[in-house]
Each structure stands twice: as C-alpha cells, then as structure tokens.
C-alpha cells in the first residue's frame, strides 16, 4: 500500500512538473511572437521612410522644373523683345523719345526680374540640393540596410515558423498534461472512494 502511494505521490509530482513547463512553453512562446511582431514593425517602419524620402526627392525636383520653366519664360520674354527693339532700329522705324525711353524702361524691368529670379532661384536650388542631398543620404543608407533588413525577415518568417510549431507543441502537451491530470485526479478519486468503501464494510 505505502509503494502504491508513493507511485502515485511521485506521478502527480511528475504531472505537476510537466504541467508547469507547458506553461513555461507558452510563456515563450508568447514572448518569441512578441519580440517577431516587434521586429516586423521596425522594418515596417523603415521601408516607410525610404518611400517618404522617395515622394520628397520628387516633390524637390518638380519644383526646380517649375522654376527652371519660369526662368525660361521670362528669357524668353526678354529675348523677344530684345529682338523687337533691334529690328526697330536695324529698319529705321523712328521712335519717339517717350517710346524709345518707355522701351527701354520696359527691357531694363524684364532684365531685373530675369536677374532678381535667377538670384532667387540660385539661392532656393542650393537649398533644395542640400535637402536632396540629405535625403539621398539616407534613402542610400536605408537601401545599403535593406538586404540586411531582407536577411532579417528571412530569418525572422524562419523563427517564426519555428516558434509557431514550438508554440503548437506546448499547447498539445499542455492539452496532454491537463489530460494526464484529469485522469489521474479520477482515477485517485475512484480508488480513494473505494478504500472508504473498504474500510465502511469493515467497520460494520
């Protein structure tokens, strides 16, 4: 009776042990699909900021072609009536002093325009090439860490695969341990019933 006893004393205890490393394995495995999520995030994130420096790199050159596109209207401008002005006096049209002034007051306007946008225009490429140049920086920065950021989800999808079949093995063995217990409890119940049956049918 003692040997029995301290069977079953010793197959609860092992019970027990197998029932808190199951829950032990679900602990880590909840912690290993944590630390999986927490990493795709970051890489998440990462490629978000290379395709925000994308769309700005653009933005800063379609804004230098609407610059340069201004420039060279205002030229343009310029050279026409440049070309005017010449092919006045090349054909001996007379002018008028006021005319001839108001021309040249006019030529005189477009040349400081065309000279005031250009010097603006300098100022804010030099602006924009510096912002370009910082934001290829670190789009070049984030493409050098993009294969390992690849390596990275590579092993990361592998764990996780892993982690996932470890995660369903401690769930089956937690299932099988609650099983193992159920049973035993039943089982020591019934025998515990039975040995006050015993013990009844003596006393009477």
Known sequence: MTN???????????????HNAAQDNDKL?????????????EIENLRNQATQSNQEIGRLIHLTLLKDNAIEDLLDRLQHAQGQ???????????????KA?????????????????????????????ESHA???????LRTANPQNEARIETLQQNNRSMR?????????AVSNHNFLTQLTTRL????????????????
Do not use: C
């Not at 002005?85 to 005319?99: F, I, M, S, V, W």
């Not at 225009?121 to 090439?129: A, G, N, Q, S, T």
């Not at 934001?135 to 920065?141: D, E, F």
């Not at 119940?189 to 009477?204: F, I, M, N, V, Y």
């Open 4 to 18: 029995a006893l301290k069977r079953k004393k010793n197959a609860t205890q092992a019970a027990i042990r197998r």
């Open 29 to 41: 495995a909840t912690y290993l699909l944590d630390q999986v999520i927490m990493k795709n995030d």
């Open 85 to 99: 002005y010449d092919a006045a006096l090349k054909h001996g049209t007379t002018l008028t002093t006021l005319e």
């Open 102 to 130: 108001n021309f040249e007051q006019q030529l005189r306007e477009l040349q400081g325009k065309l000279y005031s946008q250009e010097m603006r225009h300098h100022e804010e490429r030099k602006v924009h090439l510096a």
């Open 135 to 141: 934001i290829k920086k670190q789009n070049n920065a």
């Open 165 to 173: 079949i470890d995660a369903i093995r401690a769930y089956v063995r």
């Open 189 to 204: 119940q019934a025998e515990l019933a039975e040995a006050r049956d015993r013990l009844a049918s003596r006393g009477q």
